[in-house]
C-alpha cells in the first residue's frame, strides 16, 4: 500500500511538496514540488517505481487523487486525519511530513525567503532528506531480516 500526502512549502506564490511512501517499510518511494493541480500529482506518480504503480493508494480528501486514481482504474481511499477521528492510514506520510519540517527548514511556511533558485535548492535538500531516510529505512529492515532469520534457527 502507498501513502500518499502534500506539504504546503510556501503559500504564495504557492509551492507544495508532494510526496508518496510504502505504507509497509516507510520508504519514500517519489516526490515533486509545485504546484498543488492534478499535473503535479501525475508528475510525483512518474517518480513511483513501476513495481508500486499499481498498489492501493490512501491519502487525504485533495481532489486531484480521486480524479487522478479514478482515471487510472486504480484502488484510492480517502482517509480522515487528525484529533482521534483519522483512520490511520496516512499516519506514516503525515510522520515524515512532521520530520522534514522538524529537518529542514525551508520547508516551514513562515520561514520562506522567496528568489529565483529557491524550488531548485529546496528540491535538492529535500533529496538529501530522503536519500538519507531511505539508507536508514533500508537498514532497519535488513537488521529485522537478518534477526529473524537467526532466531528462527535457534531452539
Not at 535548492?121 to 529492515?141: G, K, P, S, W
Request: with cysteine; aromatic share 10%; charged share 25%.
Amino acid at each position: 500500500m502507498i501513502e500518499a500526502d502534500e506539504l504546503c512549502v510556501r503559500q504564495s506564490p504557492p509551492l507544495w511538496l508532494w510526496t508518496a511512501a510504502s505504507r509497509s517499510v516507510g520508504q519514500v518511494l517519489g516526490f515533486s514540488l509545485g504546484d498543488r493541480s492534478d499535473a503535479e500529482l501525475a508528475w510525483l506518480w512518474t517518480d513511483v517505481p513501476a513495481s508500486y504503480q499499481h498498489a492501493p493508494v490512501c491519502s487525504d480528501h485533495w481532489g486531484a487523487y480521486s480524479r487522478f486514481f479514478a482515471g487510472r482504474g486504480q484502488a484510492h481511499e480517502g482517509c480522515d486525519k487528525g484529533s482521534g477521528k483519522g483512520s490511520g492510514k496516512t499516519s506514516r506520510i503525515e510522520a515524515l511530513n512532521c520530520k522534514w519540517r522538524q529537518r529542514q527548514s525551508g520547508l516551514v511556511r513562515k520561514s520562506c525567503g522567496i528568489w529565483d533558485g529557491m524550488r531548485d535548492d529546496v528540491v535538492e535538500r529535500f533529496m538529501i532528506l530522503a536519500e538519507e531516510h531511505n539508507r536508514q529505512v533500508i537498514a532497519r529492515y535488513e537488521r529485522k531480516k537478518r534477526l529473524s532469520t537467526t532466531t528462527m534457527g535457534s531452539p
